[in-house]
């Protein structure tokens, strides 16, 4: 490091009586979130996109595993802090007098607290009025990064929320939905939603292991499934069968699992999946394999691999997970958002004790799909950008990749938006009521956005800059 660079040190504020109003563009410091299924140290764009900032006071460890990075979030759990410089004067090392240097100093305030103090300025009257009750920003912005996969899941819709949240106040802990799009940044793998009925016939036909899971416990079991699943009950048929499989006991579930990974290991791709051939065959055998080292003998190795869609993207391409789907990401790396709540129902790739069976039966939507309608496609936006904009109305995206030398007008939104650097460098020139100025954007910033501020994005290097805003109700 050169020996004029200035050393940073960070203060708090939490009186919300005299904080100052904030300018329309302001850096945030985000909370870091470390689980078992992230990446360890540096190979995790979490550690990366913070080290990137040195004001933010960022230190790792190389064997934790950083899982998420929570962005301009006012939930509690994970609020985000403003980040507001200052300067003093501080003596050099040796202590000369003479030898004064800038010290960069930071102020960080909560933004709940900010936004108690100007809640019509950094909400604006439109989300205000859509969501009187409410202090928050209406959507939970992360960077994730999976270095192995998270639990097979489904959320409540809001109508089964109120009802969860009545009944189980300690569980299901708010009223809200939560679905979610995501984003990749990298290659990334996940299952989402229920295979077609055609290719679920043909896995619990041609798979002896996955058969018996599915009837272990009816004492009729039908002859031709397909019709069992299309026909008459077709969807209280399937929950049955989901429901069997959840349900059948840790040996019945180790006894498959290890019958089917002998038969993996020991017989050609193709005889142990005689419905498939060639790669799938191949894709199928390693999908297998690979969620049983991750959650040895785990019910979910069965769900996920012959149940759910299997996905692999590549940086650009999104997915969309309504509200009641299921879905498991694998791995890899995203821009994830959401509506906020903390209800979610498990049962797969974690400890039985942490599952909810009869819920997530209740709960899950059996529609079945290929996995390319789980997509969510991108829509230009301006010269250099693409929206992803899901059918509710909490959260868009927007992705930009601005050229060296060139400028994206952004324009302003009715709602807040936080935004955040993965790449390059360039400044973010914003107008609003008036005033104007600009902020320095390089990898790992991350900004709040107050609703209505025009914005351009200047690339002094190729910039790849995401934003999270809320648009309005239609």
Same mark, same amino acid.
């Given at each position: 490091?050169?020996?004029?660079? #200035? ?31 992230? %990446? ?33 979030? #006012? ?49 604006? %009257? ?27 899941? &489904? ?85 049955? !069968?989901?429901?069997?499989?959840? &349900? &059948? ?58 149940? !759910? ?28 958002? !959401? ?5 979610? #129902? ?33 829509? %230009? ?45 360039? !400044? ?26 025009? #914005? ?19």
């Amino acid at each position: 490091m050169a020996s004029d660079a #200035t050393t940073t040190t960070t203060t708090s504020s939490s009186s919300t009586s005299t904080l100052p109003k904030p300018p329309p563009i302001f850096q945030l410091a985000c909370p870091v979130q470390t689980y078992p299924t992230g %990446k360890q140290g540096t190979s995790s764009p979490v550690v990366t996109l913070q080290l990137g900032t040195p004001e933010v006071n960022f230190t790792y460890s190389s064997t934790e595993r950083y899982a998420e990075l929570w962005l301009g979030s #006012t939930h509690k759990n994970g609020p985000a802090k403003a980040l507001f410089p200052s300067s003093s004067s501080s003596h050099d090392a040796s202590g000369s007098s003479s030898s004064k240097k800038k010290k960069n100093t930071s102020t960080t305030v909560d933004i709940r607290d900010l936004i108690s103090s100007h809640r019509e300025y950094l909400l604006g %009257k439109e989300l205000i009025r859509a969501f009187p009750d409410s202090n928050e920003v209406p959507f939970l912005f992360k960077i994730l990064s999976a270095g192995r996969a998270l639990a097979i899941q &489904a959320h409540p819709d809001k109508a089964l929320g109120e009802k969860l949240h009545a009944l189980y106040p300690d569980s299901y802990v708010d009223t809200n939905h939560k679905p979610e799009i995501a984003l990749a940044i990298s290659k990334f793998e996940a299952f989402a939603g229920f295979k077609i009925v055609d290719e679920l016939v043909a896995a619990v036909d041609g798979v002896p292991e996955l058969r018996r899971l599915c009837f272990w416990d009816q004492e009729i079991v039908p002859r031709d499934l397909g019709s069992y699943l299309r026909e008459g009950q077709g969807v209280a048929a399937f929950k049955q !069968m989901l429901n069997s499989v959840l &349900a &059948a006991g840790k040996q019945v579930v180790e006894e498959a699992a290890e019958g089917l990974l002998r038969r993996c290991e020991t017989e050609e791709q193709e005889k142990v999946f005689p419905f498939v051939a060639g790669e799938k065959a191949r894709e199928l055998v390693s999908l297998f394999q690979r969620t049983n080292e991750m959650y040895p003998k785990d019910v979910g190795c069965f769900v996920a691999v012959f149940f !759910m869609n299997y996905l692999c993207v590549e940086p650009g391409e999104c997915l969309w997970v309504p509200a009641d789907g299921i879905h498991a990401w694998l791995q890899g790396d995203i821009i994830e958002c !959401m509506a906020v709540s903390d209800n979610v #129902t498990n049962v797969g790739f974690v400890p039985r004790e942490e599952r909810d069976r009869k819920i997530f039966v209740e709960m899950v939507t059996f529609k079945p799909s290929k996995a390319e309608e789980q997509i969510l496609e991108g829509q %230009k936006w301006g010269k250099f950008s693409m929206r992803y904009d899901p059918p509710i109305h909490e959260f868009s995206i927007l992705k930009s990749v601005v050229p060296k030398g060139e400028t994206e007008e952004i324009g302003g939104f009715v709602g807040p938006g936080v935004t955040i650097v993965v790449e390059g460098k360039g !400044m973010l020139r914003w107008k609003l009521g008036g005033e104007e100025g600009s902020v320095v954007l390089s990898k790992g910033k991350i900004y709040f956005i107050v609703p209505g501020t025009e #914005t351009a994005i200047e690339s002094d290097e190729e910039l790849e800059v995401y934003r999270s805003t809320w648009e309005g109700i239609d």
